[in-house]
C-alpha cells in the first residue's frame, strides 16, 4: 500500500510533444464557404481534429526522474473556428480522450514498475493562429494553444499487481507556442515551423 500511495504523487512533463501546429496559412486557406458571403469579414468554420501521440518524450519527476518508458494519448474532437478578415483565427476544441504511460519509479532504493491506463474522457482546448507576413505565394504566420483534460484512471498496476484507483484521476494540459512557414502550390500547401510545447500529465 505504501509503494501505490507514493506512486500517486507523481507527475511527468515534457517539452517534447503537444498539439498539431497546423499549417500557418489556414486563415486565408478557405475564402468562400455555404453560408457566409466571401466578402465577409467575419466567418465561421467547424470540423474535425484527430491527433494521436504513440510514443511522447516525457520525464518523470517527484519519486524518480528520468524518461517516462512509453506515454500515448489518443484524441477525437470537434473544432470550431471563428475567423477575422482571413488573417486570424480563433478557435475551440471539444472533445474526447484517453491516455496510457508506463514508467519506473524506486522507493527505498528498489525500482517498481507501474503501468496505468485512463478511461475516455472529456478534453477542451482553445488557441489563436494568425498571419503576420504575405510574399507571392509564401506565407508566415504564428500560433499559440492550451488543452486541459481530467481522466478517470481505469487501471493502474505496480508490479504487475492490480492497485484500486477508485476516485483517483490523471490531470493533463499542454500549452503551446509556433512559428510557421508556408508556400501554396495550387490547392496544396507545404509547410514548415518549430515550436516549444509544455506538457504536464499528474496523478
Same mark, same amino acid.
Request: aromatic share 14%; hydrophobic share 40%; glycine share 10%.
Given at each position: 500500500?505504501?509503494?501505490?500511495?507514493?506512486?500517486?504523487?507523481?507527475?511527468?512533463?515534457?517539452?517534447?510533444?503537444?498539439?498539431? !501546429?497546423?499549417?500557418?496559412?489556414?486563415? %486565408?486557406?478557405?475564402?468562400?464557404?455555404?453560408?457566409?458571403?466571401?466578402?465577409?469579414?467575419?466567418?465561421?468554420?467547424?470540423?474535425?481534429?484527430?491527433?494521436?501521440?504513440?510514443?511522447?518524450?516525457?520525464?518523470?519527476?517527484?519519486?524518480?526522474?528520468?524518461?517516462?518508458?512509453?506515454?500515448?494519448?489518443?484524441?477525437?474532437?470537434?473544432?470550431?473556428?471563428?475567423?477575422?478578415?482571413?488573417?486570424?483565427?480563433?478557435?475551440?476544441?471539444?472533445?474526447?480522450?484517453?491516455?496510457?504511460?508506463?514508467?519506473?519509479?524506486?522507493?527505498?532504493?528498489?525500482?517498481?514498475?507501474?503501468?496505468?491506463?485512463?478511461?475516455?474522457?472529456?478534453?477542451?482546448?482553445?488557441?489563436?493562429?494568425?498571419?503576420?507576413?504575405?510574399?507571392?505565394?509564401?506565407?508566415?504566420?504564428?500560433?499559440?494553444?492550451?488543452?486541459?483534460? %481530467?481522466?478517470?484512471?481505469?487501471?493502474?498496476?505496480?508490479?504487475?499487481?492490480?492497485?484500486?484507483?477508485?476516485?483517483?484521476?490523471?490531470?493533463?494540459?499542454?500549452?503551446?507556442?509556433?512559428?510557421?512557414?508556408?508556400?501554396? !502550390?495550387?490547392?496544396?500547401?507545404?509547410?514548415?515551423? !518549430?515550436?516549444?510545447?509544455?506538457?504536464?500529465?499528474?496523478?
Amino acid at each position: 500500500m505504501k509503494k501505490f500511495l507514493a506512486c500517486l504523487v507523481y507527475g511527468f512533463c515534457s517539452i517534447g510533444f503537444g498539439a498539431p !501546429i497546423g499549417d500557418p496559412a489556414t486563415p %486565408h486557406l478557405i475564402r468562400e464557404g455555404f453560408f457566409i458571403s466571401p466578402e465577409s469579414r467575419i466567418d465561421v468554420r467547424a470540423g474535425y481534429e484527430g491527433d494521436f501521440v504513440a510514443d511522447a518524450r516525457m520525464e518523470q519527476y517527484a519519486e524518480s526522474t528520468g524518461r517516462v518508458d512509453c506515454y500515448s494519448q489518443e484524441t477525437n474532437a470537434g473544432k470550431a473556428t471563428l475567423n477575422f478578415v482571413d488573417r486570424l483565427d480563433l478557435y475551440g476544441i471539444l472533445g474526447s480522450s484517453r491516455t496510457c504511460a508506463d514508467w519506473r519509479f524506486t522507493i527505498n532504493g528498489d525500482t517498481h514498475r507501474a503501468q496505468i491506463e485512463t478511461l475516455y474522457n472529456f478534453l477542451w482546448g482553445i488557441g489563436a493562429r494568425g498571419i503576420l507576413y504575405e510574399s507571392g505565394c509564401a506565407t508566415f504566420g504564428v500560433g499559440s494553444r492550451y488543452e486541459q483534460a %481530467h481522466y478517470d484512471n481505469m487501471w493502474l498496476t505496480i508490479d504487475g499487481l492490480v492497485q484500486h484507483v477508485a476516485g483517483t484521476f490523471l490531470h493533463w494540459r499542454s500549452f503551446q507556442i509556433d512559428a510557421d512557414v508556408a508556400y501554396q !502550390i495550387d490547392i496544396f500547401s507545404p509547410y514548415i515551423g !518549430i515550436k516549444y510545447s509544455y506538457v504536464r500529465a499528474k496523478i
